[in-house]
């Protein structure tokens, strides 16, 4: 760095203030733009330090929402009716409706492409514990390999199960607790699935507790 400040001392000397700018910028701005890229990295690394440190990113229940209108406040009244439900910090409980993903035949105007790389990036990394999806990506997600939980392994209740090749992989969100905050326009059915590599089956069944309308109290 030293020696780049020399060289533009150099060649800019005599030069006024405003020329020296522009010879800056003209001659060095792929060292400008990598500095500025090497201070950001810098930057999100102490921030992802200290969110790893305090806790910020191991919530104890991820639920993602996928297709459905991103609103932060229906969000937070489900992340917080959930908490209350089942006794939990809502704190450690995330819910998160920004992923619109377009996915095969699904088109979808205005999306984040990055939604896509995130969902799968969390799905692989084991981070998702339940997600709500329409039953077009719960098909796109197996035939990229993606596989669900066996819901005989929980108390679903009266819950309303979908059954693939003999196993029952979602439950049918119509009539629980959650549907009137969810938007069904394709007309395509939505599930609630868990995926098979989550890391938080306990919290899963009080998710199920939840949406069949029980509460800590009552289970």
């Known amino acids: 760095m030293k020696n780049y400040v020399k060289e533009i001392q150099t060649k800019t000397a005599g030069m006024s203030k405003g020329d020296k700018i522009s010879y800056i910028i003209t001659y060095y701005w792929y060292h400008i733009l990598g500095l500025l890229a090497g201070i950001g990295l810098v930057v999100f ?8 440190l305090t806790g910020a990113e191991h919530a104890d229940f991820t639920c993602i929402l996928v297709n459905q209108k991103i609103d932060d406040q229906r969000d937070n009244e489900i992340r917080q009716s959930f908490a209350a439900s ?21 088109k979808l105007e205005g999306v984040n492409e990055s939604s896509y790389e995130k969902f799968f ?36 209740g009266d819950l309303e199960l979908y059954e693939d090749q003999g196993v029952h992989t ?3 969100i119509e009539k629980t607790r959650i549907d009137d905050y969810l938007i069904n326009e394709t007309g395509e059915q939505l599930f609630l699935v868990f995926p098979q590599n989550g890391q938080h089956p306990s919290l899963c069944q009080a998710f199920l507790n939840y949406i069949n309308g029980e509460t800590e109290e009552n289970v």
């Not at 690394?45 to 790893?52: E, G, N, P, T, Y």
């Not at 997600?131 to 005989?152: M, W």
């Open 45 to 52: 690394l102490i921030i992802h330090s200290i969110a790893v």
């Open 121 to 156: 990036f969390k799905w692989r990394n084991e981070e998702l514990d339940a997600v709500i999806l329409q039953e077009s990506f719960y098909e796109y997600i197996k035939e990229l390999g993606g596989a669900y939980r066996d819901l005989d392994e929980f108390e679903t």
């Open 170 to 172: 979602a439950v049918l």
């Open 86 to 106: 089942a006794g939990i910090d809502e704190k450690k409980i995330v819910v998160d409706s920004d992923y619109n993903i377009s996915y095969g035949e699904t």
